[in-house]
T-cell receptor, first 113, second 111 residues
């Protein structure tokens, strides 16, 4: 596709349920980022994939959060046993190898009720 | 822990004035610096990139970098109400490291 695609655009889930958020990066981009943005706050770094290297998971807030990237393309962010404080917009971005500008998807708004 | 600091604002300027936004970063090894603009309810969009000391100009926007002071700034000349948004500073270290954002500065341009 022409840009970074995220799905779903909105997700409402009950506390305690697991959710999966999907990111389809720009074709050919080797780097992929996940960020979380709570209402009125900045972008909180979660995880970074670069090619076949081990991902930088240093931003994941707890072991309830995990992410994988299959075939160097699509990525899935999984939140287990969701809590109300997980409510936020989850943004995915990608960039090409050697270039460092990152381009964002439209985000997934997660609401935990 | 790599940190990027910005004044949260709001920064209020009248239409036609120069808006000056500032950012400091903690990792002296940082190599790439970016300014993103984020309108309310939208995703961040890249507006400026700068990689070496000095100024980088693009239309009404000028990014300034001083690596010795670990300081990046964004100047917006002839500010317009449409410039009202949150401006995010982002910093990246060497290849293979993550892009880290500041919390953003909210700019309000009044007509």
């Amino acid at each position: 596709g022409a840009g970074v695609s995220q799905s779903p655009s909105n997700k409402v889930t009950e506390k305690g349920k697991d959710v999966e958020l999907r990111c389809d990066p720009i074709s050919g981009h080797t780097a992929l980022y996940w960020y979380r943005q709570s209402l009125g706050q900045g972008l909180e770094f979660l995880i970074y994939f670069q090619g076949n290297s081990a991902p930088d998971k240093s931003g994941l807030p707890s072991d309830r959060f995990s992410a994988e990237r299959t075939g160097g393309s699509v990525s899935t962010l999984t939140i287990q046993r969701t809590q109300q404080e997980d409510s936020a917009v989850y943004l995915c971005a990608s960039s090409s190898f050697g270039a460092t500008e990152a381009f964002f998807g439209q985000g997934t708004r997660l609401t935990v009720v | 822990q790599k940190e990027v600091e910005q004044n949260s604002g709001p920064l209020s300027v009248p239409e036609g004035a120069i808006a000056s936004l500032n950012c400091t970063y903690s990792d002296r090894g940082s190599q790439s610096f970016f300014w993103y603009r984020q309108y309310s309810g939208k995703s961040p969009e890249l507006i400026m990139s700068i990689y070496s000391n000095g100024d980088q100009e693009d239309g009404r926007f000028t990014a300034q970098l001083n690596k010795a002071s670990q300081y990046v700034s964004l100047l917006i000349r002839d500010s317009q109400p449409s410039d009202s948004a949150t401006y995010l500073c982002a910093v990246k270290g060497q290849a293979g490291t993550a892009l880290i954002f500041g919390k953003g500065t909210t700019l309000s341009v009044s007509s």
